[in-house]
């Protein structure tokens, strides 16, 4: 077919994103380009423009010239303001244009000419913990912080009540202090809210992106997309969040591993659990598998030695 138009307003699909559609086209026997255009939100299959972030950030380049070679005041106001910060620093769109149909043309330029890119936000990571660690919660913590910057593939196999949520908990705090972002699925859309409003009260400043199919187009593309530029540090969502591209990936939590949701049943069939381990290990990156009833076939990795068992036998 003709192309009818190339998309910039988007961020480029990244060389790991895919090799994981070539491994999943490939592993569960499904067309390349079919399994491509499943992974993404229905806006970017189309030709609609894109939602208008909220969240843009952009910086200066090595490129950019002295704001005063230009002749156009917009574009030279503009290069102006990023002049007067050090190089890579951030500053919101919100802030440059507020509004003005005409700065927000110049940004536009600048950014087409290569003088300006646009950036992650400045990471926030202030953390509220829930609850203090048990001693039992503090040695799981230690196992799984020694894997961090490797990839090893860990079974949370704790109690109802335990506090498996809290150890989640603690090693996204770790990682968002190290600029990395999580990736946290969990099984039921039901299930989203509830973990939501604990993760929001937990990192009350941190970019979540939520993602799962009873969004609305919208919201879920918005998501998509803050997700996939590393705008995010923490995206939690079903098993279609796995497959969402994450520039900072540092680590991959499977929330009631042994949930049989996981497995996608209509076109694409795949297990979002087995999707994100292969995911982890493409990445280099720990994988938590939490669940207070392990599946068979994870239990029996970590009885043989391909999984790191931890348990957490006590109520917390």
Known sequence: KSIASIRDDAPRLPADWIALMHFLSGYYQHPLGETVLSALPPRLRSLRPLPRETLAFWTRTNLAPQADSLRQSHRRTLLEEFSALARGVP????????????????????????????????????????????ATQESALEVIRAAAGQHQTFLLH??????????????????????????????????????????RAAFPETALSVLHSGLEESARTSAWL?????????????????????PRLAMIIVD????????????????????????????????????????????????NGRYKLIELRERA
């Open 91 to 134: 500053i919101a769109e919100s802030t440059l244009i507020a509004d003005d149909a005409r700065r927000r043309a110049a940004l536009r330029a600048l950014a087409q000419d290569g003088w300006i890119t646009r950036c992650a936000p400045p990471w926030a990571t202030r953390f509220v913990p829930p609850h203090p660690l048990t």
């Open 256 to 303: 009631e591993e042994h949930d049989t949701s996981f497995k996608q049943h209509e076109g694409v069939r795949y297990s979002a659990r087995d999707a994100a381990i292969f995911r982890a290990q493409q990445s280099r990156v720990p994988v938590l598998l939490g669940t207070a009833t392990p599946s068979l076939e994870s239990y029996a990795n970590a009885i």
């Open 158 to 199: 704790g109690v109802t009540g335990s506090g498996k949520t809290e150890v989640y908990f603690q090693c996204i705090a770790n990682l968002l202090a190290q600029g990395g972002q999580t990736l946290v699925l969990v099984p039921e859309i039901g299930l989203t809210p509830q973990l939501e409003a604990r993760v």
């Open 226 to 246: 803050r997700a996939a530029r590393g705008e995010s540090g923490i995206i939690l969502g079903t098993r279609l969040a796995v497959l969402t591209p994450l």
